[in-house]
Structure formats: structure tokens, C-alpha cells
């Protein structure tokens, strides 16, 4: 994961093609950069800013142009030097509805060298963060003040449903970032995520944008277990998942009920 030393950055959307009609948008941790942008048209650099700890710059796609492959390239530049091109016609980006970069900003200790800053950096980031605007498994104390999770029989008994897999994986790194959103009507679905018996969150709203769960996986297979908390308005609760491991991604269609769980087994082996 990229990590950075200045908290400001410019976002360069490449548009102003004629025969793409595509319509993007752009955000940090949730907050928009820039919303429904036509590719067709031509936009000035944008301005951004990072908060201290782990961001999400995810780059949506609204609509599909005429060729998918061909809807949209965003330009990140986060500090003098580091560029990232974020880019529809990549191979493993072709067909998906967003892409996101972690970038995580730690300040510099203005009394430390450039050694001793990279040093601070990287116990920063290995140490977690602060963000209530992510989920995190283990939680540790990264979600502190945020939603507390409730416990006892009544509320483990949805555990006990049956269980459909929806996907087997194998990941190539221990963390892994899943991606969960509704891709058809916002509808009030709401649902819960157990990992390996552990609460991740319970009663989290299923919205049109993604929302983020960093998860640590532990050695093995790990079982993530996604409850339906209702049905909403529109029977069964369905949800989008896409499950981001290094340069992969995995995409699963959720499809959940007051009487079945949906389970994905997660396998992964820690190279000596």
C-alpha cells in the first residue's frame, strides 16, 4: 500500500472522447471529488485532500459508454513523484463498476530525517488507523466509538441458519479489502458479516455506493458468513460483493434471506 507524506493531491480526468458516452464519478472515503462526469466532456484538475491514516479513492462508473472497456481513466496525483493511473481498459478493471486505491497519509515529525520519517511511516501503517468510515476485522480498537456490537443467544441463533457458498478462494495476501454495494434499487436491505465467529458489523445498511471491510485473514480457510437482517422492500435481500486481494478481484452476487446465510470461504497459506 502506497504511503504518503503530503495530505493534498489533484485528480486529472481524462475525457473529451467524442464517441464514449460513459459517466463516472470520483470520491474520497465516500466524500465526492467530482460526480456524474461525462467522458465526452473535458474537466480542469481537481483538488483533494487526505485524512490522516488509511483513504479510499474509488473511481465509479455511473453508466457504461459505448465500449465497456473503454469507460474512463483517472489520473492520481498524490505528491511530488507519485502518480497512479486508475484505468478502465486494464485488463483485470474491464466489465467493473469501480476501482479503488488505498492510499494511507501519515504527516512527517518535523524534528526526524527522511530514515526516520520511512521508519515512522511504516509502524504507522502496519498499526492500523482510526476511520469510522471503515470496518475492520480483527476490530481491535480501530473501531472505537463506532457501532457496538450486541451479543448473546437471540442474536447468535441467525448463525445457525443454513448456509449457501457463493465463492472459494484462495488469496494471495493476508489482507484483503471486500467491497459490498447494491447494484440494483436501494431498497433498505440491511445485513450483518461474521469472520471466523468473530462480529465484523451487524445491521450495515446495503447502499448503491461500495462500502469497505479490511480484513485481516488468519492461516487457513476463513469462513465469512453474510446474514440478512430483513428483506427491505424488494424480497430477498441481495447485495453486491467484491473480495480485493493484492492485484486481484473476485466479484460474488450475495442473495440472502431471513432463513439462509451465504457463506465465502477465504483460504490463505503464510509464505515462509
Not at 456524474?36 to 483538488?47: D, F, S, W
Amino acid at each position: 500500500m502506497p504511503v504518503i507524506s503530503a495530505p493534498e493531491g489533484l485528480m486529472r480526468f481524462e475525457g473529451g472522447k467524442k464517441r464514449n458516452t460513459g459517466i463516472v464519478s470520483a470520491s474520497v472515503n465516500n466524500r465526492y471529488i467530482f460526480q456524474y462526469a461525462y467522458l465526452t466532456e473535458k474537466r480542469p484538475e481537481e483538488e483533494f485532500r487526505l485524512d490522516t491514516g488509511l483513504n479510499y479513492i474509488t473511481f465509479h462508473v455511473e453508466e457504461y459508454g459505448k465500449t465497456i472497456a473503454g469507460t474512463g481513466r483517472l489520473n492520481i496525483i498524490a505528491e511530488e513523484g507519485w502518480e497512479r493511473l486508475l484505468d478502465y481498459s486494464a485488463p483485470e478493471n474491464q466489465a467493473a463498476t469501480f476501482i479503488v486505491l488505498p492510499l494511507y497519509y501519515t504527516p512527517p515529525y518535523q524534528d526526524l530525517d527522511s530514515t526516520q520519517n520511512n521508519i515512522i511511516k511504516s509502524i504507522s501503517e502496519l498499526a492500523g488507523l482510526k476511520n469510522e468510515t471503515i470496518y475492520y476485522h480483527p476490530r481491535g480498537d480501530r473501531q472505537e466509538g463506532s457501532q457496538k456490537i450486541r451479543t448473546g443467544a437471540e442474536i447468535d441463533k441467525s448463525l445457525l441458519r443454513g448456509s449457501t457458498v457463493v465463492g472459494n478462494i484462495k488469496s494471495l495476501t493476508r489482507q484483503v479489502v471486500l467491497a459490498i454495494w447494491d447494484d440494483a434499487v436501494e431498497d433498505g436491505d440491511s445485513i450483518s458479516l461474521n469472520i471466523n465467529g468473530s462480529w465484523v458489523v451487524q445491521g450495515m445498511p446495503v447502499k448503491k455506493r461500495p462500502q469497505f471491510i479490511s480484513v485481516t485473514l488468519d492461516t487457513g480457510v476463513n469462513k465469512i458468513i453474510f446474514i440478512a437482517d430483513n428483506e427491505g422492500s424488494i424480497i430477498p435481500n441481495t447485495s453486491m460483493l467484491e473480495i480485493i486481494h493484492g492485484n486481484q478481484r473476485k466479484s460474488y452476487k450475495i442473495d440472502t434471506d431471513l432463513s439462509r446465510n451465504n457463506l465465502v470461504n477465504i483460504e490463505y497459506e503464510m509464505k515462509e
